[in-house]
Structures are given as structure tokens and as C-alpha cells.
């Protein structure tokens, strides 16, 4: 797959946008809540050098076609989560989304909302017609995400290599497709 551009997004509350170096900051702070390095790959202690580590990787792999990383923002442009595109198969037109929302954005849809808009954009500018989100078994939040943003619980249970071991087994697999 070619390059891709990480695209800006809007819903008129909720954007997703091209992640920035001054994001780091934000990104710092909101991987330093337990929760995040809880349900995801996310290091704790998270430093500033593992933010720029984050942007840089997926500046590389939105140039080698292979996802997209993105900052999730409010209407005042500032982070409050991030979002991606990943594990992308052209010609099967599949992908999987992943997420995390900062603490302050919790329960209050940011992350469904940026979802849909992902899941839109990749429908629309990538001819992808099938997308997952692999959601922990006991990370309900997550499980209600993919929900709320049209995703259907297909009953799998996968386990995620990509994952550390102690969260490794026990994702619940959600499946979108265009109509």
C-alpha cells in the first residue's frame, strides 16, 4: 500500500488530526494514568523520549503505507487521546482500529466519535470495507466504544500476540463493514 497522509477530522467537537511534536506534553501526561499502560502496549514509567518514540514510529509507518497513528483533540486542538489504523490488508480492503482516551476525555464519547470518523475516513479514502477492534474481555469501556460506534460483537475470542503476556489472551473481537 502507498504512503498515507494522516488526515484532519472533525465532527465540530471532536477531531482527529495528524499527531505533532507539540503534542508530546499531552501524550506524557495521559500515558502516565495507569489505565493506559493497563490495556495497551503503553511502557510506565511513560517518558518524554517514549512519546517521541510514538510519533516518530508512526510517522514512519503511515509513510510505508502500514496504519496511521493520530491525536484525538477536542475543539481547542489540544490531545486527548490518540487513535490508529492498523494492521491494514488492501486486498482483503481490512483493518483494525485501536484507541485510548486521556482520563478527562473518558465517558463522554470522545473516543466512539473518533471512531466513526476514522472508520468513515478509512471506509472513503482506503476502500476498506471491513474494520475490528479487538477489545479486552474485562476492559468494558472499550467494549462499550466499539458499540456505540457500530462495531458488532462477532463471540470470537482472540488472543493478540502484539500484546504483553499478562493481556495477551481474552480479546473480544468487534467487526465493522460498509454497507
Known sequence: MPGIVAP???DGEIG???????????IVAAC?????P?????????TREDAERFIAIAATEAAAGEGVALAVCDADDRLIGTIGLMELDPRGRRGEIGYWPAARARGRGAATRAV????EWARAELGLAELEILAHRDNRPSQLVAERAGFQDTGEIRSVPRMPERIR?????YVWRAR
Open 8 to 10: 484532519r477530522l472533525s
Open 16 to 26: 482527529v488530526r495528524p499527531l505533532a511534536d507539540s503534542d508530546i506534553p499531552d
Open 32 to 36: 502516565s494514568d495507569p489505565q493506559i
Open 38 to 46: 493497563r490495556w495497551t502496549r503503553v511502557p510506565s514509567p511513560y
Open 116 to 119: 466513526a470518523l476514522l472508520r
Open 169 to 173: 489472551d481474552g480479546y473480544k473481537v
